[in-house]
């Protein structure tokens, strides 16, 4: 049975877990997902919660081409003020913080409560990261990236595309083991360092991340590689985002990381009603 330890309890994955997204900054490429002030972050948090979400993954740096750099401190700034809000209002949330910088990690940790760490750069951008996470002691969610966000759309060209992230998971997630970090959940990082055509690889091949025997995340809510090949926009790519959740709990995701939470519980509770009679 997968699941994960948050403090000290085991959460059973046996029923996929929906992960709503609320990012704390002015350049998220899905406009929906930008809340910035006090009763925004509230309200987001609240539907997230209403709506069925079991983790708040918490954001305060966009990680888009586009997007500026911040530093961990200007990070900081942005995020431990939403941190202690939602700590305050929903002191039994699961809360996940979206951060690639070891200080940033321990502080929402130490301070706030934060639950889970996820690192889209899969401590490459930090390497203070892998040991920090030891000494916190929180589930990891270890993300495949190439370069960083602003270069990463330049890294595409692999030798053996599935394999070599294949190797990626294993090389870290044994570094990670060595250290003694034992809670890792894998995300294999759908349109990071990744073409359209990759992404739909990836998607098509996501049951071979099993071989980790541990909990695999799949994030992929309203992002280019739907509404490029729709020719539409993030508004207007929910549809497309419900069809890829199905099929990615369909080859074994445990959590969806999503904008629209509703519709993705709903997604879960289907697919599951559908493979109860496929055992």
Known sequence: MKSININGTLIDLSTPLVMGILNVTPDSFFQGSRKQSESDIADRCRQIIDEGGSIIDVGAQSTTPSSEFLTAAEEAERLMPALKLIRSEFPDVIISVDTFYADVAKQAVEEFGANIINDVSGGQIDDRMFPVMAELNVPYILMHM???????????????????????FSERKSKLNLLGVNDVIIDPGFGFSKTLSQNYELMAYLKYFHIFEEPILVGISRKSMIYKLLGSTPENSLNGTTVLNSVALLSGADILRVHDVKEAVECVKIIGKVTEFDK
């Open 146 to 168: 190439r370069g960083v966000p602003q270069t990463m759309q330049s890294m595409t060209d692999y030798d053996d595309f599935i394999q070599d992230i294949l190797y990626y």
